[in-house]
């Protein structure tokens, strides 16, 4: 007999972390997202460079958790899998969503999304699926999910949105193959508006190039 997989529907909990309360200095509102084998609260810290009177910094926490190099020692975390992905990434949005609207960020604050790695994918899908105005987009070693269309962008202010893209010239998971075809997706989702910001290195956050 061929087992039979069902779907149940039910009432989960998930934590997110912040820094730098907003008051009448505060300027920006920076929504990040790690990439996979992090922990919000250690992602954080490579925007401790930003000036904690202006910037409100919110850090959502990927759901599944595990442990790393099979040591039971050290946690990690991973957004999504191969393994019903439609389905988690529903999840996941439901999930930022509560997010941002639990942080009731005041409307004339300027809001920048913020994706590292395995985050670019959830910062490009929650934006394209909430249709919120940002005052930049920074897309960080990571590639831009492949359903994700030119049209989805129509809401967006191109004239107002910085377009950020940062990648290190030796990161491994970025092969020349890969970047051709991230480039194709870059130029017609942003209509060639966006920037390029090469460093020297290879899979790793630069807090300095945050700054830029």
Request: glycine residues 6%; hydrophobic residues 40%.
């Amino acid at each position: 007999m061929v087992p039979s997989e069902k779907t149940v529907i039910y009432t989960t909990q998930n934590t997110y972390l912040t820094q730098n309360p907003i008051t009448q200095k505060t300027k920006n509102v920076w929504l990040v997202f790690h990439g996979i084998g992090y922990l919000s609260r250690f992602f954080v810290k490579y925007f401790e460079g930003l000036n904690p009177d202006e910037n409100h910094i919110i850090v959502p926490q990927a759901p599944s958790k595990y442990y790393l190099k099979n040591e039971y020692k050290y946690v990690g975390a991973s957004w999504l899998t191969k393994e019903n992905t439609p389905m988690e990434i529903d999840n996941v949005l439901n999930y930022v969503d509560a997010v941002f609207d639990a942080e009731e960020i005041p409307l004339d604050l300027n809001l920048i999304l913020f994706g590292f790695s395995q985050g670019v994918s959830i910062a490009t899908r929650w934006l394209v699926h909430r249709k919120v105005q940002v005052k930049a987009l920074i897309l960080y070693a990571g590639g831009i999910p492949n359903e994700v269309k030119k049209e989805d962008f129509e809401f967006m202010d191109f004239d107002t949105t910085a377009i950020k893209i940062i990648y290190g010239d030796s990161d491994e998971y970025l092969t020349s193959e890969r970047l051709q075809v991230e480039k194709v997706k870059i130029d017609s989702l942003f209509h060639g508006k966006a920037e390029i910001i090469i460093f020297k290195g290879g899979h790793e956050v630069k807090p300095e190039l945050i700054l830029v």
